[in-house]
């Protein structure tokens, strides 16, 4: 499963955003999104698997970013153009469909 996760963070756009719930659904089981949270804070290769584009469902940041906190993943999703207002993103505007 770790395997699908990593994998699916490298279909990611630049520019764009996904939730936890996503990469859940990706896996076929939307319960799954706490599973993903716990992957990706675990995740072996920052600059290979761009775990800094997977927001909560309310497009806000992780306050326990495992790369930094929250101000660094901030900085690496307005480096790719997206705003952030208040550690939050609009998902409507940023999340990959």
């Given at each position: 499963m770790k395997d699908k996760v990593y994998e699916f963070l490298l279909t990611i756009p630049s520019?764009?955003?996904v939730t936890y719930g996503q990469i859940a659904e990706y896996l076929e089981n939307k319960k799954?999104?706490?599973v993903v949270g716990n992957i990706l804070h675990n995740n072996p290769?920052?600059?290979k698997y761009p775990?800094?584009?997977v927001v909560n469902s309310k497009g806000?940041?992780?306050?326990?970013f495992a790369f930094g906190g929250i101000e660094k993943q901030k900085e690496k999703l307005e480096k790719e153009?997206?705003?952030v207002n208040n550690y939050?993103?609009?998902l409507n505007k940023y999340q990959m469909k």
């Amino acid at each position: 499963m770790k395997d699908k996760v990593y994998e699916f963070l490298l279909t990611i756009p630049s520019g764009k955003v996904v939730t936890y719930g996503q990469i859940a659904e990706y896996l076929e089981n939307k319960k799954l999104a706490r599973v993903v949270g716990n992957i990706l804070h675990n995740n072996p290769n920052e600059e290979k698997y761009p775990c800094y584009k997977v927001v909560n469902s309310k497009g806000c940041l992780s306050n326990s970013f495992a790369f930094g906190g929250i101000e660094k993943q901030k900085e690496k999703l307005e480096k790719e153009g997206i705003v952030v207002n208040n550690y939050r993103v609009d998902l409507n505007k940023y999340q990959m469909k």
